[in-house]
Every structure is written in C-alpha cells, then in structure tokens.
C-alpha cells in the first residue's frame, strides 16, 4: 500500500486456452484483449451423444475447469444489455446459493474490464493518512467470508408495473442473488487511514464507464460493510465487481458499488446523480424520499 496526496490483437482460440499455450503470454496477452468488453455471451451447449449403456465404455477425461451437463441450461435473460438488468433465473435454482454464473447483472456503462496488477482502491478526504491499496494489499488484510444475500432496489417491479399473464419468477424477481462473500471488513481500512471529523459519510466511486458513486454513512461503513473480491470461493467475476467491490449487508445492490476505485471521507451526503435523479423513491405529493438503503423483506413463489 502507498500513501497518496489527496485493439487489435492476436486471436486467442479455444483450442488455444484449453492447452495453456496462451499462458505464458502474461501481460501480452492482457494487452491483445478488447477491454471494452469483459464477458462474451456463451454458445448454447452442443447435446451429446448418449450411450445407451453408460457403463460399457469409460467416461470422457479431466478438463480445466467443469461445466454443467447439457440438459442443464440455466440462463440469465435478457442477453447483450449495456445499460440495464439480465435477471437470474431463480425458478431453476436449488437451495439458497446462487452459482458465481448466475448472478444477476445490472450495468450502467456495461461490464468493465480491469487489470487486476493495476488496481488501485483510493481512500482519502477527511483522513489522516491518504492511502491507495492494490489488491493484494487488500488480501494481505485478514479477511472474512460471509453469506449474504444481494438484490436490486428495482426487483419486483415488473410484477406491478406492467404485469403481464407471461410474467416468470424470473423476470418478476430475478434482480436478487445470494452466497458466501470474502473480503476486508471496511473498518479496518478507515483505521489504517484514520478518520477525521467531521466526517460523517463516504463517497463510493466504481472505476466503469458510468463512475457510479453513491454516499454511505459512515456508521454502516464502521458495522458490517466489507471491501469483497471473492464470491463462493472464487474470485469475482468481472459482471460482479472484479477485482473488488463494496458489499454493504441488506442495503440495496447499487450502494453496493461495482469495480470500487475511490473511497472519499466526506462530512455529509454528496447529492451526486446516482442518489438525486436516480435512486430515489417519488412519492404522491411531488416530492422523494432519498437514501432508502434497507430492502425490505419479499418473497416470489417459483
């Protein structure tokens, strides 16, 4: 950690990325990749060919990493969304685990791509020691894995809105997803810096397209708020923040900001575009209510 003052390429082919043959490239390969875009959409699975008697031949070899068996297919939906929601599909799921693939997205510039050897989280403001943190800087923390959920503030909307008779769990419900975080509890982080009055609130900035950034009171941030860069025991995927993110327990997800880059100690609430023209509640006198962080208990049958 330091202390700071306040495409064209070569094709990368399947066959190529199966046998390794790409992995000495390090940095070269990074380089050659469109980082305009962080994730492809997946051909639809081919269907095999079925033994009849499955125990008269051996099966088929290792491979780098599993996949699901074809008549498994599992999708988010709507695909190709830059700015918007792909929603997971909780009508297919089993127990209370959504899988790392599953997740449900919602973008506001599309899905960033950052260089994890270049990733820098900067805190400062009202502080007494401004720091910039890598990310292994942030692993060198202890760390903390917990199970929390992680919805929307829109999910449910569709089902009042303009509820239709074709209408799916999915698409009604399908901005909430849940499973194990790990990360830095973001106390220990403003104690490294050194909080100062009258800071009372924090600015959250995501290093996308959008800069999103939202205020979260400090008092939150000193409870149970975590710096996350794993999900279910891998690190995150790039829809889901990698290589790191804030993760605030229970609030709604777009506090929750994605591809975190800058945290300022400020003394009230920012007033940025993501907490005044969006993310408030219209109300029926003409005025909003702002900062309804809590989401409230719902449920869908699936």
């Not at 390429?9 to 875009?37: E, K, N, Q, Y």
């Not at 698409?171 to 403003?190: A, F, H, K, M, R």
């Not at 790191?244 to 994605?258: D, I, M, Q, S, Y």
């Not at 962080?293 to 049958?301: P, Y």
Request: proline fraction near 10%; charge should be neutral.
């Amino acid at each position: 950690m330091s202390e700071s003052s306040d495409s064209s390429g070569p094709a990368i082919t399947r066959r190529a990325l199966l046998t390794g043959a790409v992995i000495g490239a390090g940095s070269i390969v990074l380089d050659g990749l469109p980082l305009a875009s962080a994730q492809t959409v997946a051909p639809a699975p081919t269907m095999p060919v079925v033994p009849a008697d499955p125990t008269a031949a051996p099966g088929g070899p290792t491979t780098p990493v599993s996949v699901r068996s074809p008549f498994e297919t599992p999708a988010r939906t709507p695909l190709g969304v830059i700015t918007g929601s792909s929603f997971s599909p909780i009508h297919q799921m089993t127990g209370t685990i959504t899988p790392g693939d599953l997740v449900f997205e919602r973008h506001h510039a599309g899905v960033a791509m950052i260089d994890p050897a270049r990733y820098k989280l900067l805190m400062h403001g009202l502080v007494d020691r401004p720091m910039s943190f890598s990310l292994d800087d942030l692993r060198r923390f202890p760390s903390v894995s917990r199970v929390h959920f992680l919805e929307c503030s829109g999910n449910g909307r569709a089902g009042y809105r303009d509820p239709k008779p074709e209408l799916t769990p999915q698409t009604i419900d399908g901005l909430t997803s849940n499973g194990e975080w790990t990360g830095v509890p973001l106390s220990l982080l403003l104690r490294e810096v050194g909080v100062r009055e009258p800071g009372q609130w924090l600015l959250a900035e995501g290093g996308d397209a959008a800069r999103l950034s939202r205020s979260i009171p400090l008092a939150k941030a000193l409870d149970d708020a975590m710096i996350v860069y794993a999900f279910n025991g891998e690190p995150l995927r790039p829809a889901n923040g990698y290589p790191a993110r804030l993760f605030l327990p229970g609030w709604e997800a777009n506090t929750c900001v994605k591809w975190l880059r800058r945290i300022k100690v400020i003394d009230q609430p920012n007033m940025s575009r993501d907490e005044t023209s969006k993310y408030t509640d219209p109300l029926p006198n003409g005025t909003a209510r702002q900062f309804s962080f809590v989401m409230d208990v719902k449920s869908t049958i699936t």
